[in-house]
């Protein structure tokens, strides 16, 4: 139904069963018929997502199709990101947490601290250790089994979230071994999924300039798409707020699309903004919170077959990460303990965050908070343990 409004704008209003919606840009309407039919959006529909000045009617649709599949549920965990080293030759502009080998501020864990570290720093049992580190030219394949098999030894029970498709790559090069037996040995050592970095941007003009000696966008992709058909589920995440622009972000995200519609391995998508300090494009000023509120809203609309949208507090702050629980995001990732990608590009957010805080935030924001493990099954704690629905 159109309705005329004062100054002769149209505005076109959607009937849902419980809502209508109202939004101030013409161009949102036919969208909108999409998403309430449930009808897949198109590479041009993500662009007017994008390029829509009416930002919160955006984020109505894209809270409209997270309340349709979650309701009010919103899926927290507790975790504790391990980062093994961050000596890296990759050198990408991104980034400022990977340094040369030697240099100030390098360092890398022996086993026994890499494991002394997964067991400091919080009193509830977490449920994942998240493992990402830098591109080391000489640490061998077997450092990274060993830190595994070690840490399953230890605990059993901890879900191992390690090594993303950058890493897995560069290590089967290091090991001159196929991915697929890259991938076989890590499972046997006890790795459990896999986490979403190293996507960045996938289009070849941005990913020369971002992260040029990385793994390109198609292997990420089909390293993904292995891992998925071996059995593993993982995540994916985009670094957006840089130099791509909107035609990159829609490019990447129906990407991702068309490998969850062949494999449905992917858990959840976290869009990243990035942090421009102690990198060298730092002259690039920070997203805002708006820019960041759209983000997580156009990927739960354009992402229609995964079923989770991350808000990850480390990285939006945790007052826009709890706003983003109302565009489209339903989970808000976990307590970390100690973040170190993040602080080292200039976050000011805290390093970890209690259970209890992270239920405040959800329950603020009007959601229902649930404890899940990284395979977002509910978690039930007694006092110093926990049990996994299964
Ligand atoms: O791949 C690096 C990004 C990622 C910067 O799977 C930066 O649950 C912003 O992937 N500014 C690693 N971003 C972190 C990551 C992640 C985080 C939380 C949860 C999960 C998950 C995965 O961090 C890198 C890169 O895209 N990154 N430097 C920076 N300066």
Redesign the pocket.
Known sequence: MWNLKAGGQYHRRVMTERHAFQNNDPRLSNIAEKVMAQERLSFEDGVVLYGSADVLAVGWLANHVRERMHGDLTYFNVNR?INPTNVCVAA?R????GKKKGTEGSYTMALEEAWETAASGYSEAVTEF?I?GGLHPDLPFEYFLDLVTGLKERFPKVHI?AF?M?EVAFLAKRAKLSIRETLEKMKEAGVDS???????IFADRVRHIICDHKIDGGEWLETAKLAHQMGFR????M?YGHIENDEDRVDHLLKLRAVQDETGGFQ?F?P????????PLDHLPRTTGLTDLRQVAVSRLLLDNFAHI?A?W??MTPKIAQIALRFGADDL?GTVIEEK??H???ATTPQGMRREELTRLIRAAGREPVERDTLYRSVTRTEDSFMVAV
């Open positions: 990101h990408c991104l980034c400022a947490f998240h990402v979230k993303t950058v896999m986490p979403g970095g190293g996507a960045e993982s995540n994916a995440t670094l959840t976290i990243l903004a990035f942090h421009p300090d102690n990198t991350k990850y480390q990285m990732d990608i993040y080292d590009a200039g």
